[in-house]
């Protein structure tokens, strides 16, 4: 019912910025949170950052002030602006999307995931 499509992953190096985007299609409306996740290499599936339908972001503390979260509702679109980045940020990240009303940290509780992107911060 609902496909999420992921783009923008790169190669970095440590300081710059990278925006990742991410398109859902098909029953949209039963889509009321968004969020991104990323997981690392030998590491469980981590939460990033998350946005209500009416804006209101939280985000994990190792990425506050320098992520931003933002999504377009006519579009069907959120998007990860990724600032000062640093080389523990490398990972596949996802975008996720859920029928909560506000973001969770729990993978298990987000219903729709995208196809993972790479991002790679070198130094």
Known sequence: QVQLVES???LVQAGGSLRLSCAASGYTF???TMGWFRQAPGKEREFVAGITRNGGTLYTDSVQGRFIISRDNAKNTVTLQMNNLKPEDTAVYYCAAGAGAF???????WAYWGQGT?????S
């Open 103 to 109: 973001p969770s940290k729990t993978p298990s509780q």
């Open 8 to 10: 923008g992953e790169g």
């Open 118 to 122: 790479q991002v790679t911060v070198s």
């Open 30 to 32: 039963i889509l009321p």
